[in-house]
């Protein structure tokens, strides 16, 4: 009973934004949903249901945990280390290696993946 008329009370008022919602600042959001993002999440469901059917030779697996490993790199030395904080310089072989690694983790192109984490260090 008390639970009820909670929920109607509730359900029943206005939100509080609702009065000045022009005047209230949104807050930045920690998290975009872009095509990159759509197809990550599309991807690994359609992986996940595949595990139901199938089951991955060990090479699978290992190809897999490289392939994590290699782009979880190019995110930390490459979009990170080197051309967020321009920790370190690197010749352009290696900047290419790095950017096709980082490109490998879907997070997005290293010019918005850059200005992203600049902004967070703020
Ligand atoms: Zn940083």
Redesign the pocket.
């Known amino acids: 009973m008390s639970a009820t008329t909670q929920t109607t009370r509730v359900s029943t008022e206005p939100p509080a934004s609702s009065k000045s919602a022009s005047t209230i600042p949104t807050p930045t959001r920690a998290f975009h949903l872009d095509a990159a993002g759509i197809t990550v999440i599309v991807v690994h469901a359609v992986a996940a249901l595949s595990l139901a059917l199938y089951t991955p030779a060990t090479k699978t697996w290992i190809l897999t945990y490289a392939i994590w490993q290699l782009a979880t790199l190019g995110i930390t030395v490459g979009y ?1 280390r080197l051309w ?2 321009r920790a370190y310089k690197a010749t352009l072989p290696l900047r290419a290696l790095l950017a096709v690694m980082g490109a490998m983790a879907f997070q997005g192109s290293i010019r918005w993946w850059t200005q992203r ?1 600049r902004l ?2 703020r």
């Open positions: 990170h967020s904080h984490h967070h260090h």
